[in-house]
């Protein structure tokens, strides 16, 4: 079975600019969440979708946008990209948030650099 | 809010030394707890896992006791090997069950 997949992995962007990452989940898993990993942050989590609809979203600001879609794949966007946007974004497959966070498969991660 | 807390890096170590990388945890109710290892370019691996007191979670030689009374969660390992090289995080699940909060990671240099 194909774990979760991450396109692209590298990007590199430049201040003002949007950008969108997609995350396919493991072949019938249901739930995507997506973690943003910085060197002074840390891995933080920024939402989570399940069947089409975010089910849980973290503090960040309404640039960070996603959606789900009908195949699970998710996407998410990042628009007005400031230098502080420069990150490792993971992303975590789970064929059900009800069976718990050790069910949750990562991601290689898209690790995106704003200039 | 729940909060996780892990010891700086790097930590640097010969092969076959013990290891121990601490972790403590804040939070309300009782969350379980985990170690996640990341390997140099790719995603977190789920390492162990402990969801109630007392809990030990193990896997592939690593070990950590879940101990309310401390509110720690070490990690450690009695003989470490090259391969062991990699980013350590401690994480919690967050009060709804639903997401995990991580602590800032430990980056582990074993040398042969």
């Known amino acids: 079975k194909a774990g979760v997949t991450q396109t692209p992995r590298y990007l590199i962007k430049t201040r003002g600019q949007q950008v969108t990452l997609s995350c396919s989940p493991i072949?019938?898993?249901?739930?995507v969440s997506w973690y943003q990993q910085t060197p002074g942050q840390g891995l933080q989590f920024l939402f989570e979708?399940?069947?089409?609809?975010?089910?849980n979203k973290g503090n960040f600001p309404g640039r960070f946008s996603g959606r789900q879609f009908s195949n699970s794949r998710s996407e998410m966007n990042v628009s007005t990209l400031e230098l502080g946007d420069s990150a490792l974004y993971l992303c975590?497959?789970?064929?059900?948030?009800?069976?718990?966070?050790?069910?949750?498969?990562f991601g290689p991660g898209t690790r995106l650099l704003v200039l | 809010g729940n909060s996780v807390t892990q010891m700086e890096g790097p930590v640097t170590l010969s092969e076959e030394a013990f290891l121990t990388i601490n972790c403590t945890y804040t939070?309300?109710?009782?969350?379980?707890l985990f170690w996640y290892v990341q390997y140099p370019g790719e995603g977190l691996q789920l390492l162990l896992k402990?969801?109630?007191?007392?809990d030990k979670g193990s896997n592939k030689g690593f070990e950590a006791t879940y101990r309310k009374e401390t509110t720690s969660f070490h990690l450690e390992k009695g003989s470490v090997q090259v391969s062991d090289s990699a980013v350590y995080f401690c994480?919690?699940?967050?009060?709804?069950?639903?997401?995990?909060?991580f602590g800032t990671g430990t980056r582990l240099q074993v040398f042969p």
């Open positions: 975590a497959s789970s064929s059900d948030p009800g069976q718990g966070l050790e069910t949750q498969y």
């Open positions: 072949s019938g898993h249901r739930s």
């Open positions: 979708y399940f069947s089409e609809t975010q089910r």
């Open positions: 939070a309300t109710g009782y969350p379980s």
């Open positions: 402990a969801t109630k007191a007392d």
């Open positions: 994480a919690l699940s967050d009060p709804s069950g639903d997401k995990l909060i």
